[in-house]
């Protein structure tokens, strides 16, 4: 499966997990920084994504990456593609 998500062209994001109480599943949480367009201050948005975990590998608090991915279910389009950083 690993060398199938090598050659994948989606997009990549990084962000947090902030669950995984679901079977092979985790919720990424994914911020980004957006400049308001009139007073030209930086505000950080956040977003929270549904992705495929198929070794319950992730604990909550993880740094992880996702790429895009096939729909696997209503809400599931990302796979995890590795774990940055373990939480302590």
């Given at each position: 499966?690993?060398?199938d998500l090598e050659h994948r062209k989606g997009r990549a994001l990084a962000?947090?997990?902030v669950s995984n109480k679901n079977d092979k599943t985790i919720v990424v949480r994914v911020e980004t920084l957006?400049?308001?367009?009139l007073l030209k201050k930086f505000i950080r948005r956040h977003k929270k994504f549904m992705a495929?975990?198929?070794n319950?590998?992730?604990g909550i608090g993880?740094?992880?990456r996702?790429?895009?991915y096939r729909p696997l279910s209503r809400n599931k389009r990302?796979?995890?593609?590795s774990i940055v950083e373990k939480a302590v």
């Open positions: 499966m690993a060398a962000g947090t997990v957006v400049q308001h367009p495929h975990d198929p319950n590998e992730c993880d740094k992880v996702i790429i895009e990302w796979h995890l593609y």
